[in-house]
């Protein structure tokens, strides 16, 4: 068993909070362990808690059409959410279920170490543009480490609100050439104090 099938095999168990016990099946996420994008959306709705699948109702049709204006599919990037249960009534999550759920998000990613990643929505948003407003901030990146972070809006906002559909497709355009500065401009992370963390975490570019 891979690291990560034995990740998603402790989420498929997991009861560390109440959605442990309404979900009718956890959804870790999926994509290659090599993936160079990682997208992170806020929680599975209806569709995916039946599948047990990441973004497969409407958000995920659109997702996967933003994906190939931009020369990506679904099986070239790994995408998960920061809650893997879906809320009942597809709430917002509460901050225990966050808490959670976070150990898994972080090995995840620890895993994987993608290149880039983009936060879908505010509550994956919050994680690493903290106190930040998303209709400010999105398309804005920072990099972390040798990772580079993108926050945009949830496909779903589109959805309710067609005025966000353009926007989060200019968003998505900026994606591949945030994968090539990865590239060609990596980052070694290395050990720092915490002031200095701080001070890369804010630091936008």
């Known amino acids: 068993?891979?690291?990560?099938?034995?990740i998603n095999d402790e989420i498929a168990r997991c009861r560390k909070c109440?959605?442990?016990?309404?979900?009718t099946h956890a959804v870790p996420g999926e994509g290659p362990e090599d993936a160079e994008v990682m997208f992170i959306g806020e929680a599975p709705g209806f569709h995916e808690d039946r599948q047990g699948r990441p973004f497969v109702g409407a958000s995920g049709h659109f997702l996967d059409e933003l994906l190939e204006e931009i020369g990506l599919k679904r099986e070239d990037v790994f995408i998960t959410n920061v809650v893997k249960c879906r809320p009942p009534g597809n709430r917002d999550p509460k901050p225990d279920e966050l808490k959670a759920c976070a150990p898994y998000l972080e090995r995840q990613i620890e895993m994987i170490k993608p290149k880039v990643i983009v936060t879908l929505g505010r509550f994956s948003m919050e994680r690493y543009f903290p106190g930040a407003s998303i209709t400010r901030i999105?398309?804005?990146?920072?990099?972390?480490?040798?990772?580079?972070y993108m926050a945009t809006f949830h496909p779903a906002a589109a959805l309710r609100q067609?005025?966000?559909?353009d926007t989060i497709r200019d968003d998505f355009q900026k994606i591949p050439e945030l994968l090539k500065m990865a590239k060609e401009h990596p980052v070694e992370e290395e050990q720092s104090t915490p002031d200095d963390e701080k001070y890369t975490q804010l630091r936008l570019f």
């Open 1 to 6: 068993m891979g690291k990560l099938d034995q």
């Open 138 to 148: 999105h398309g804005n990146h920072k990099r972390i480490g040798s990772t580079i």
């Open 162 to 165: 067609p005025k966000w559909r």
């Open 18 to 23: 109440r959605l442990g016990y309404s979900r």
